[in-house]
Every structure is written in C-alpha cells, then in structure tokens.
DNA sequence: CTGTTAGCGCCTTCAC
DNA sequence: GTGAAGGCGCTAACAG
C-alpha cells in the first residue's frame, strides 16, 4: 500500500528537525528561504503527503461536513447537493452525503453519529420533519443547519423558501388564467411532511383569497413524492364527478407523472387541465409538455447553508437564525392560457 | 461544542484503565461480567462516544470510501450513487461523495488525494475515460475499482456492462421493428469519452450486421449527455435530405431532450420515428411516450463494486478482475411497432 | 529563525 | 483478567 512517509523521514533526509518541515508544509512566515529550498526538496524527493487524519486529531476540526438527505437518487436532492458540493469545493470542504431515507429515526441517528464522532466539522441536514423535541436530545454537539422546514423551532440555524407564499403565486396564477376547479396533489399527512403541509396552506389560503370554496375531495395525499405516486391520486381526481381543471403538484415529480396519466387519460395539458409543479429540476423544462414550476433558488440555498454552517464552524455563537431564500414562479407550457398554444 | 469524554475519563470515573474500557467499548473476550457492568454505566453515564478519528489514526482504517463521479445531479449517477450508499451503510461503511466534473485532471487529483491523504479506505471512480498511463503516477496506493469503461487497461479492477453488446442489441430491435435510417446521438469525440465510443461500435456493429450502410451524418455528437444536447442534435438530423426513422441515444436524458424536440417539431414518437435510450433512470418510465432504454443492473454494479474494493481492502493481492454486469433492454412505447400504438 | 517536548484519543504489545 | 507504557503522524507550546 505504499510507504507511509512521515513529516519525521523528511525532517531525516533534510537534517532538520520535525518543526521545521511542518512550518514549510503548512506555510508559515518565519522560514529562511535556504531552508525552505532545502526542505521542499526534500519534501518532493519523498513524496511526502500529510497524513489528514493525524492533523485533524490535532487540530480537532477536519475540513469535513456531512450533508444528510432523504434519498440521493431524487432529483430534488441531488440538484441540491451538487450545488453543495461545488461550493464546498471551492471553500476546500468535503462534503460526505449520507441518506435518512426521510426517516426521522435513522435522521436522529446519523446526526448523533456525525455529532459525536468528530468526523465531521458540521453537518447539514435536508430534514422532512425533525421535531425541536427530538433534537434536544442530541445536545450543542455539532453545528447543524437545517434546510426544507423549519420544524426544529429556533433550535438550529435554518435555510428554506416562504412555501406559503411560493405556493400561493403558483395556484394565484392558475386562477389568473382562468381556472377554477384546482386539485392539489401530494403530502402524506403524517407528521414529518411539514413542507407539504405548508404548501397545502398556501394553496389554500389562494383559494380563499379568490372567493372559491375549498373542496378536501380536491386535495390527493400522495404516500410520497414520486412519479408513480401522482398517477394513483390522478386517477382519482379524474373520477371525481367534477374532475379539476388544474394541478398544483407539491413536487415535479408528482407533476411529470401527473402529466404521463393525464396524456393516458387522453386529458390535454393545458388545454383541458393547467399543471403546475414545484422545485424547477432539470427535467421540468423537459416534459410534454414543458412544466410550469416554483423554482427556488438552489445555488443560494446552498451558499447560505454554507455560510451559516462555517460561522458556526468558526465559533459563532450568536443565536439560531432562519435565511429565506427566495423562490419564483417559471411559467411554461403545461399551465399557458389556452388560446397560446394551438398544438 | 460539548466535553469530550474520553476513554481515560471514563476509566477514572470506574476506578479502572483505559485498557479494560477499551475491552469492554471493542467487545474483548476475556473481560469479568461484574467489571463489563461497572464500566459500561460508567460509560453510559458519561456518554462516551468513541473518537473514530483517532481510532483511525490507530488503526490506519476508517471506515469511510470515496465516491468520484462527474456530477451527482446526473440522474443515472445520482441513482448508482443511491445504489452504493445503500449497499455500503449495510456493510457500516461511509461514502464521502465528491465530484470530478468529468474532468480527468480533477479526476485524478481527487483520486491522488483520496489515495495518500488516508482519509478513506478505498476508492469507486466512475471514469468518463481515466487512462492506464495516467494511473501509473498514482502507484498502488489504494485500493481503486473503476466503474464505467475499462479504460484504465487492467491495472484496477472494474465493474461494468458490455456496452457494445447491449447497444447492438437496442438497434437490433429498432432494425426488427422495421426501421432502417438509424441515427446516434452522443459522444463528444474526445479521447475522454470511452463509454460513447463503444455504444457507436455497437451501434454501427448492429447495422452492419444488418447489410445496412453506416451514414456517418447519422451519428450526431453532442458535447455532453444533457438533454439540452439533444435538442441541437436532433435538429441537425431532422435538417438532412432523408432524416431517420429512428434514433439511438446515448444516455436518458438525451433521449428525453431528443422526445421533445421532436414533439416541437410535430414529429409523432414511435409513429414517424422510433426513439432508445440507455441507462433506465427513473424518468424514462414517466416520459411521454414512455421510453425503451437499455438497463443495466445497477444493484448488481453497486454490490460488485462494494465487493472487490472490500476484498481489496481486506488486503487481497490477486490482480485486477473484470466483472461484468448484465443489461437488458427494456421495451416501452417510443419503440413500440406502430400499428399497436394509435395514440 | 529553528530545535525540543508534549500531547490530540485511541489501541495493543508487554508484564503482572 | 487487568494495569502500565508506547506510538499512530501531526502541530503547538516553549525554549534557545
């Protein structure tokens, strides 16, 4: 496995002392340039390469942080954690990606492991729901920003959009092109699906706001967030004796399936029913049609969970604060007025 | 930041060493109940929690292996990714994530720096194209299993499908469906791209097969696999003086871009033109028409790739296997022979 | 400016 | 069965 070459050999094979090398290795001022010479040759004659692991026992912080989400493999989330990757990257911080499966129990668990195990300098975690009583258990461990909804109360630093807000435009803009009947799809209705429980509040409140009635037949839990989940509630909105004239899905991957059973259906989007989805993934422009979405804004998302997490890093101890990163409706064609798109 | 409790706190609070602690914490045989009893409240009572770094730097292993991939916002890598995150936490392994970018000079820096930095045990690169040459200035520092094309020549192990089987085998079916004017879309021509090298060898092996001329307007290069890619190409192909009947993409999502263009175009998919795909993400179920694509089994590559890097790990010194894993082309409706399609 | 000395927290050979 | 030392490789006091 190679020979492991210790500050120690090159420290020998320069013929100065341990210190000295450390001092060239890690760049510090009062070095003679001779000996600087001297011992970076020395450095590269060995090939030496620090061992990170003895440097992070000692300096008690590793340049590590985990990012801990749901599921990779969903789009959403993996979107995010490039963003989060590539700025951490540039900050030369590595990031370490462990799925909970949205499982608050595994959550918990694997946030008490990266607290305590000195692995990792921060974690930053994608949570559908952690309570703030959950957390208590887990002490001021490790510096921890949560991101999605803020269910941990003021216990921890948190990033997110207004899911209220972004959620009424997206519905505010189906009845400003004329639709009436609108369906809401998605939220599992258990505790820790707090996000759709906001976005079920702001498509809502639009509904009031406009005067219509809000019919609970109209809104279709979904178990979770997938594809396969939308064409399921679809079908069941479809057999309504008064079936919707719109879709606001509570992701876009309940809109790109919404969109496949509607096209089964024989149901033309937008013309017989406007789609609307939420998190703007790359697919979205992609569908057929293309999706109109709430899309947020990710790479600032993970700047400031980033910047937050590092002033923690760095010792800050000033209390909990809540980013609201903006979010904006992108219109498309699965929700364009009708007489646009003869097609 | 909490106290940390260590193993010799833990010893003074139960009157012993740090070594019978240390028994007790690894599970040591020959410990007496009574003492296991006395330390472990101790233990409990304190919250003691293992220091992994230093244990680490003890026992020159961590538990943790590198994921290098280009970009995990790629469906098909965000899936594998899924895939070996999984298998790994069922073996108590951590994958730290990291991003290439596809680029081979980042992608050999971060295998250099995963290799000697100690931080991880072993390393899984999926490669758009790591050359034999380069790997030679790594040395064997640490164990390394390629995935994607066998460009590294048999100097690593690796774990991959027969790319230009299964690309025969999805032109052969689009050949068997009636079609004759078989375009490709991807690969970008460079040295890095070996995966798209192999797929228009089948491709081109298929049509051959088939007493079909290989029309090298035909192939379509696109400078990535995005479905944005696509666009550019399919309007190339759909310029020419006989346009395809068919198309043969690279990957998913430039089948997806592809199915849209062509339904901008008011070209009918199977029914003008047939459309395939190649790695069966999840989307391509969902699109419109739903996509036949070549699936590989990506469970399968996931526990192949864990297996030989923890046989590596484990010290094994036979030289570099091959293991390849099975695909299998998956029919939906955008090949579907016309007549069963009105749509 | 450079060398010497201690540990960071843990595991493990050696004694008892 | 348990205690006492030593060291994994590195950096940060403290001299000099």
Same mark, same amino acid.
């Given at each position: 496995m190679g020979v492991a070459v210790t500050l120690r050999d090159v420290a020998e094979r320069a013929g100065v002392s341990p210190?000295?090398?450390s001092n060239v290795v890690n760049d510090f001022p009062h070095v003679s340039p001779a000996m600087r010479v001297r011992v970076q040759?020395?450095?590269?004659?060995?090939?030496?390469?620090?061992?990170?692991?003895?440097?992070?026992l000692r300096k008690g912080t590793t340049g590590i942080i985990a990012l801990l989400v749901p599921q990779i493999a969903v789009p959403y989330f993996g979107e995010l954690a490039h963003e989060i990757v590539e700025r951490a990257s540039e900050l030369g911080i590595t990031v370490l990606i462990d799925e909970t499966g949205g499982d608050s129990v595994?959550?918990? %668990? !694997?946030?008490?492991?990266a607290a305590r195990s000195s692995w990792v300098d921060g974690v930053i975690l994608s949570s559908l729901g952690l309570g703030g009583s959950a957390l208590a258990s887990l002490g001021a461990t490790v510096p921890v920003v949560l991101l999605g909804e803020r269910t941990a109360g003021t216990a921890l630093d948190h990033v997110g959009i207004d899911n209220v807000r972004a959620s009424m435009e997206a519905v505010q803009h189906l009845l400003d092109s004329g639709r009436t009947r609108i369906a809401a799809i998605g939220g599992s209705g258990t505790e820790w699906?707090?996000?759709?429980?906001?976005?079920?509040?702001?498509?809502r409140a639009a509904l009031v706001a406009a005067g219509l009635p809000v019919d609970d037949a109209l809104h279709a839990?979904?178990?979770h967030y997938t594809r396969a989940d939308a064409a399921v509630a679809v079908r069941k909105l479809l057999a309504l004796a008064e079936p919707p004239d719109a879709?606001?899905?509570?992701?876009? %991957? !309940?809109?790109?399936?919404?969109?496949?059973?509607?096209?089964?259906?024989?149901?033309r989007v937008p013309h017989d029913v406007s789609v609307v989805g939420f998190d703007d993934i790359e697919e979205a422009g992609y569908t057929t049609p293309a999706l109109t979405t709430v899309s947020p804004d990710r790479p600032g998302i993970a700047r400031a969970a980033l910047d937050l997490l590092l002033e923690r890093i760095g010792g800050?101890?000033?209390?909990a604060r809540d980013v609201r990163v903006p979010a904006r409706l992108v219109v498309r064609e699965s929700s364009m007025p009708v007489q646009t798109t003869a097609g």
């Open positions: 210190r000295t090398v040759a020395a450095l590269d004659e060995l090939g030496y390469r620090p061992n990170l692991l003895a440097r992070s595994r959550e918990l %668990e !694997l946030l008490g492991v699906d707090a996000t759709s429980r906001l976005r079920l509040d702001g498509y839990r979904t178990p879709l606001f899905c509570f992701s876009d %991957e !309940l809109a790109a399936g919404s969109l496949r059973e509607l096209h089964v259906g024989g149901i800050s101890e000033v209390r």
